[in-house]
């Protein structure tokens, strides 16, 4: 009898978020994961069905460490993948933001795959598709499920799933996707890993189903890692590239306009674009922080003391620069991988 919750509305005050977490008034709640659970309740004061029975460190760890309110990535920061932007804005966007109209024929998968080499721009997808959508963005990443989070995986994906539909409408990004739905375990497979990708599956059909609006994003370097369930589940796959010549120019100049230091010719840049076939973005990303080092490291050799540098005697980045960069920099991809992303994508891929 001393576990009794009276049925009394008290504006969702922390005694009464403790009982109804605990079944007790249980004051060994942390105060950050009383005001966390407070903030997940409705109007009327009450924790939602869905989360009153998980474990509030759980949904505290989602709200402080995976969700992201306000996911700052537009479309306009992301270099080329046209491709990929205008399925993406007509097959989820659209149907985040008006939920009535895309419903019968026109309802959407809810589960999309972005696969190709890393450093491509996939993550900043998911970012940019919350942004667009006025969704609450959740990142994961598929491989601390496994690891950090050794025999609570099921757990947190629940409560992941829990949140996530409290906070609709959401993106929940699952990055290295294959390391939780991939094919090659069988007889040898963990039976807590086994145990978690059924989880998995058992929310995403769960959401699958109704009428909420969730997304999932499954992000991966190894698609052909994947088994069929997985497959069948991420409805839309989109192959997402390593930068043309025009992205990967226009990651060049972004970059660096946006510090004031680009000064560069168009036949300089073209010529930085014909060194740089086959870099990534993120690869593009660390030559452009490498190069725009020269002009320091140059003055600094001359004896100039750092403490003394006057930022505006500091030259502008030049060709010299990058071609050092170029040294330093290597391409993290190699041609033979981008072949089987290819027959992949050829395979699988939605190519339309
Ligand atoms: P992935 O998820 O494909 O491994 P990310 O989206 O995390 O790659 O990209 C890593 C970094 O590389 C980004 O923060 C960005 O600076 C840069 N980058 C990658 N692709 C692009 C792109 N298409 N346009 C602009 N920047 C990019």
């Known amino acids: 009898r001393g576990n009794f ?3 009394i509305r008290n504006n969702g005050g922390s005694a009464t978020i403790n009982s109804r977490i605990t079944g007790k008034n249980d004051d060994s709640m942390e105060d950050s994961t009383k005001k966390c659970l407070e903030m ?5 004061g009450e924790l939602p069905e869905k989360l009153r ?5 759980l949904i505290e760890h989602i709200s402080n460490e995976i969700m992201d309110k306000d996911p700052k990535v537009h479309w306009d920061d992301i270099a080329g993948l046209h491709h990929a932007k205008k399925c993406v804005t007509e097959m989820v966007i659209w149907p985040l933001l008006r939920p009535d109209i895309f419903r019968g024929c026109r309802s959407p998968g809810r589960g999309l795959l972005l696969f190709g080499p890393p450093g491509t721009g996939k993550t900043m997808i998911g970012k940019a598709i919350a942004g667009e959508a006025k969704a ?3 990142y994961i990443s598929a491989s601390s499920l496994t690891s950090k989070w050794i025999g609570e995986g099921e757990k947190l994906v629940r409560a992941l799933f829990g949140v996530a539909c409290c906070r609709q409408p959401a993106v929940i990004f699952v990055d290295e ?3 939780l739905l991939s094919q090659r375990k069988s007889d040898g497979e963990h039976e807590s890993s086994r145990r978690l990708k059924t989880q998995f599956l058992i929310e995403m059909e769960g959401f699958d189903s109704g009428s909420e609006q969730i997304l999932l994003i499954g992000a991966t370097n190894r698609p052909q890692e994947l088994d069929e369930a997985a497959r069948r589940r991420l409805t839309k796959r989109l192959y997402i590239p390593l930068p043309s010549s025009e992205a990967r120019t226009w990651i060049i100049r972004n970059l660096l306009e946006k510090d004031g230091l680009f000064k560069l010719s168009e036949e300089e840049t073209g010529a930085i674009c014909k060194l740089t076939e086959g870099y990534s973005g993120s690869d593009m990303k660390n030559l452009v922080n490498d190069a725009s080092m020269g002009p320091l490291r140059e003055a600094l050799q001359q004896g100039i003391e750092i403490t003394k540098l006057n930022k ?6 030049m060709l010299k620069d990058f071609e050092a960069a170029l040294q330093e920099v290597r391409p993290s991809v190699s041609a033979s991988e981008l072949g089987i992303y290819e027959d992949w994508n050829k395979q699988f891929g939605s190519l339309s």
């Open 312 to 317: 505006e005697d500091v030259r502008p980045v």
């Open 136 to 138: 609450t963005f959740f």
């Open 5 to 7: 919750v009276p049925p």
């Open 53 to 57: 029975n998980l474990e509030p460190r």
């Open 177 to 179: 996707i294959d390391s």
């Open 40 to 44: 997940l309740c409705g109007p009327d």
